[in-house]
């Protein structure tokens, strides 16, 4: 399956409207509606919010979902195991107003935080899923030093 933080439905030149504004946890839960054949109207009284609120959140135009929503998407959709951490990770990655703290990190992190708060709108589809392969890239790296023994990373600089 395709990584749904990757995988924008909203790209230049198709799909709807809104895609290009929603979430990924949002476009993720429109999807599930629309295979399952579900109603907005229906979902919404299931979860105990309002159409509009439930319309908002997909859109994207609501911020990240609360724990407790996530549970109820995640129990009217009787999602399970692997699918639930995917969606609960998209739901942490959906926060459409982000802050980014670069303090006590290089210059050039600062300077790249406010340049891109400055300039996202202004990139295509294809600049950033060049952007995302970047930080794809680093997360994997972190992810090996994290998971390295530590003996190994103790020798590490020395020669």
Not at 64 to 75: A, E, F, R, S
Not at 108 to 117: E, G, H, P, Q, V
Request: charged content about 30%.
């Amino acid at each position: 399956m395709a990584d749904p933080v990757h995988c924008m439905s909203g790209s230049a030149g198709g799909g709807v409207w809104d895609d290009e504004r929603m979430t990924p946890f949002g476009e993720r839960v429109r999807q599930l509606r629309q295979e399952r054949g579900r109603m907005l109207k229906d979902m919404a009284a299931h979860l105990g919010v309002s159409s509009a609120y439930l319309s908002a959140l997909e859109r994207g135009e609501r911020g990240k979902p609360t724990w407790t929503l996530i549970q109820g998407v995640l129990q009217y959709f009787h999602i399970i195991w692997d699918e639930a951490d995917e969606l609960t990770r998209l739901a942490d990655l959906s926060d459409p107003r982000v802050k980014i703290d670069t303090a006590n990190t290089d210059s050039k992190a600062t300077l790249l935080a406010n340049r891109l708060a400055r300039e996202i709108r202004g990139l295509t589809p294809d600049e950033l899923d060049r952007m995302m392969v970047v930080l794809d890239e680093a997360q994997e790296r972190e992810r090996k030093v994290a998971t390295e023994p530590p003996l190994s990373r103790a020798g590490e600089g020395q020669g």
